[in-house]
């Protein structure tokens, strides 16, 4: 990886709007706010909260594959208020077998287009920077929202399937 990512706090994506930069262990408090929400939670992963523990796993394993592969998790920052707002990625998926764009919220966040933005800008992150040829992404089918994201940034839908916690999800995926 470039040099630009070897920082901790280094700003991975500039948008007119928000900073996406590596998660560090300072923000265990912010992500773990997040994560331990229900209502945010409800559609990511097994769909339950995240514990302490769990939210502490992921940090760790984050770090741990900014140092392998240079990229993972970042942190989502509102670039006027520097308030941490969610998180998103590229995260290796063994449903697919290749990497999915993952992003979250805060409440307070949602409705504003901000999902979209940061879908553009990974997707072109993951395209240009680091040189994927295809991106796939799961849905809940209930969550119309970030299907209309998905469809808005230029993914198409692929199939429907169960994915790793036995949920059914709509896989879709967006190529070079």
């Known amino acids: ?15 007119e709007r928000l900073l996406i930069r590596k998660i560090t262990q300072k923000d265990f408090n912010d992500l773990d706010f997040i994560c331990s929400n229900a209502e945010i939670m409800k559609f990511v992963g097994d769909g339950n909260p995240l514990s302490k523990e769990q939210t502490q796993r992921w940090i760790d394993v ?18 006027c208020s520097g308030v941490f707002i969610g998180y998103c990625g590229l995260v290796f998926s063994e449903q697919v077998n290749d990497y999915e764009l993952i992003y979250t919220l805060s409440k307070a966040s949602w409705g504003q287009g901000l999902a979209t933005e940061i879908a553009n800008h990974m997707v072109a992150f993951g395209f240009d920077t680091l040189q994927m040829k295809c991106i796939y992404a799961s849905i809940d089918p209930e969550n119309r929202a970030s299907q209309n994201i998905l469809l808005k940034v230029g993914f198409t839908e692929l199939c ?3 994915d790793e916690f036995g949920l ?7 190529k070079r």
């Open 1 to 15: 990886m470039a040099n630009q990512f070897n920082s901790p706090t280094a700003i991975i994506i500039e948008t």
């Open 62 to 79: 984050t770090l741990k594959n900014y140092r392998e592969k240079g990229f993972g998790v970042f942190a989502v920052i509102d670039k």
């Open 160 to 162: 429907k399937m169960n």
């Open 168 to 174: 059914e999800s709509i896989y879709y995926q967006i």
